[in-house]
């Protein structure tokens, strides 16, 4: 018998699968006896409740709370097995979830002091614009659509041509999904609707009379600005909660790099020549 008809024989597939089972029960059969108990705790039983009753906004039966706990031992036994196994070795899945577990613990340890006025106020001196109302535009427009039309460009510049003084023209064009009118936008929340080079063109607009067209994802559009409103310069004491809060949140990741930049500085990292 030739080698490849010798390793079609299903005697030899039964003694590799029980060769097989042999090491992993040698392997998992190696474990300590420390390693192979599981203890039920009061704490870990309140912590299965608190999960159920977060997801089903009520405390779970005691059958259900029974079969918690099983699937709790279950899922113990399973993940020890596969450690002992050495599943965990090499899994892109399980590298990304340890991490991120890890990433989870140094934030929960990163909690900064509460700031003194001075140091708000430092903060807030050295990051003016962040606290900035943006600027707002209320305007109208006039749609024309690239769908429906030939020419939807032409059409709109011999419409503007032939506009007056009209505060709102909306009839002139097309039918729009959107609003004809808004009030006190800013140029992020136009852009979100319109897109980001339709805004900015908007906002470079003067205020006054029928203008455009304009491009938009949409088709185009003549546009007639009635108002732009620039806000005040910000204050310390008017955005004093702003300021706090971006203090806290900035200091927050300061301290989480430092403790990362702590745990990676004992290691040594090295690169072969190929990288």
Do not use: C
């Not at 006896?33 to 009753?53: H, K, M, W, Y």
């Not at 024309?144 to 709102?168: I, N």
């Not at 097309?174 to 609003?179: G, K, N, P």
């Amino acid at each position: 018998m030739n080698i490849r008809a010798w390793l079609r024989e299903p005697l030899v597939h039964f003694i590799a699968a029980g060769a097989l089972i042999f090491v992993v029960a040698g392997v998992v059969g190696s474990t300590t006896n420390e390693s192979r108990r599981i203890e039920i705790t009061p704490a870990l039983v309140d912590r299965l409740q608190q999960v159920f009753a977060a997801q089903w906004r009520r405390p779970p039966t005691a059958e259900e709370l029974e079969g918690l706990i099983e699937s709790h031992i279950e899922e113990e036994v399973l993940y020890r097995e596969a450690l002992a196994l050495g599943l965990d070795q090499d899994d892109t899945i399980v590298r990304r979830r340890l991490a991120q577990k890890m990433q989870f613990m140094i934030e929960d340890v990163a909690v900064p002091p509460a700031p003194t006025d001075a140091e708000l106020e430092a903060y807030f001196n050295a990051n003016r614009e962040q606290f900035r109302l943006p600027t707002t535009v209320t305007f109208s427009h006039v749609y024309f659509s690239v769908d429906r039309r030939a020419d939807a460009e032409r059409d709109a510049r011999t419409t503007l041509a032939k506009l007056g003084d009209e505060e709102r023209a909306a009839e002139r064009g097309d039918a729009f999904m959107l609003r004809y009118d808004y009030a006190d936008i800013t140029e992020a929340e136009l852009g979100r609707l319109f897109g980001r080079e339709f805004a900015a063109a908007v906002f470079d607009l003067p205020v006054g009379g029928w203008q455009g067209p304009v491009r938009s994802g949409y088709g185009f559009h003549l546009v007639r600005i009635d108002r732009k409103d620039s806000p005040p310069e910000p204050t310390f004491a008017g955005a004093r909660d702003g300021v706090l809060a971006a203090y806290l949140e900035a200091e927050r990741r300061r301290m989480n790099r430092d403790v990362l930049d702590g745990i990676m500085a004992r290691y040594e990292i090295v690169r072969s020549a190929s990288t």
